[in-house]
């Protein structure tokens, strides 16, 4: 008697990045509005309720698409962008460029423009890694730390991202995950596919509308 075959294991792990920002914030966000609403909600009179209800209805969805649902999941084959209200499927073979500048951003060959919302840029970052890079390459202000490089780079840290934004090492890991699909012979099997978050915006129109029609008979 032959065992049963395994359930066969994914060609590429994701590596997944989100910001931690964004899921704090929105889960305060979140329990703050639940704490609000609610009190509104059993203690309101008249229309509040409802107009508690629909408010929550509202903003419910939004807070969630805008801090918790954005994430970006790459693989050596293909990256899956999960934005606000969209999620973009793209092989490496479509990607013609990834780059950070004001906000992280995936060109296509066809060069449409797709935002990682996951990957928020921080000048402030950039300005606190940039500090912290200068001190680790040349002299302190006591000048115990020779310009001079008798220090080797790779004893720095430097190589391994230190002095380095967090937005500006996902980059250069999904450049990274680009270069290794490009010098790749195989065919991916990967489409393009962008779907509409309908599951997000469904239920932020209907409370939109219903906490209008509430307001307008208040």
Same mark, same amino acid.
């Given at each position: 008697?032959?065992?049963?075959?395994?359930?066969?294991?994914?060609?590429?792990?994701?590596?997944?990045?989100?910001?931690?920002?964004?899921?704090?914030?929105?889960?305060?966000?979140?329990?703050?509005?639940?704490?609000?609403?609610?009190?509104?909600?059993?203690?309101?009179?008249?229309? +509040?309720?409802?107009?508690?209800?629909?408010?929550? #209805?509202?903003? *419910? %969805?939004?807070? &969630?698409?805008?801090?918790? !649902?954005? $994430?970006?999941?790459?693989?050596?084959?293909?990256?899956?962008?999960?934005?606000?209200?969209?999620?973009?499927?793209?092989?490496?073979?479509?990607?013609?460029?990834?780059?950070?500048?004001?906000?992280?951003?995936? +060109?296509?060959?066809?060069?449409?423009?797709?935002? #990682?919302?996951? *990957? %928020?840029?921080? &000048?402030?970052?950039?300005? !606190?890694? $940039?500090?912290?890079?200068?001190?680790?390459?040349?002299?302190?202000?006591?000048?115990?730390?020779?310009?001079?490089?008798?220090?080797?780079?790779?004893?720095?840290?430097?190589?391994?991202?230190?002095?380095?934004?967090?937005?500006?090492?996902?980059?250069?890991?999904?450049?990274?995950?680009?270069?290794?699909?490009?010098?790749?012979?195989?065919?991916?099997?990967?489409?393009?596919?962008?779907?509409?978050?309908?599951?997000?915006?469904?239920?932020?129109?209907?409370?939109?509308?219903?906490?209008?029609?509430?307001?307008?008979?208040?």
């Amino acid at each position: 008697m032959t065992s049963p075959t395994p359930p066969a294991e994914p060609a590429y792990a994701d590596r997944t990045f989100r910001s931690v920002a964004g899921l704090v914030s929105g889960t305060l966000l979140i329990l703050l509005g639940l704490w609000l609403g609610g009190d509104a909600m059993f203690r309101g009179h008249g229309w +509040v309720p409802w107009q508690a209800l629909a408010a929550l #209805l509202t903003l *419910i %969805p939004l807070i &969630l698409a805008f801090t918790l !649902r954005p $994430a970006v999941f790459a693989n050596e084959e293909r990256i899956r962008i999960r934005n606000p209200f969209r999620t973009i499927v793209l092989p490496w073979t479509e990607v013609a460029a990834v780059r950070a500048a004001y906000s992280s951003e995936i +060109v296509t060959q066809g060069g449409v423009t797709y935002q #990682l919302w996951a *990957i %928020p840029v921080s &000048l402030r970052d950039r300005k !606190r890694a $940039a500090r912290k890079a200068g001190r680790q390459a040349g002299d302190d202000q006591h000048g115990r730390t020779s310009v001079r490089g008798r220090t080797p780079a790779h004893t720095t840290g430097l190589d391994s991202g230190a002095g380095v934004a967090a937005a500006d090492q996902a980059v250069v890991e999904l450049r990274a995950l680009a270069e290794q699909a490009g010098d790749r012979t195989e065919q991916s099997t990967t489409t393009v596919s962008v779907r509409w978050a309908f599951e997000i915006i469904a239920p932020a129109v209907v409370g939109a509308v219903l906490l209008a029609v509430l307001l307008a008979l208040a």
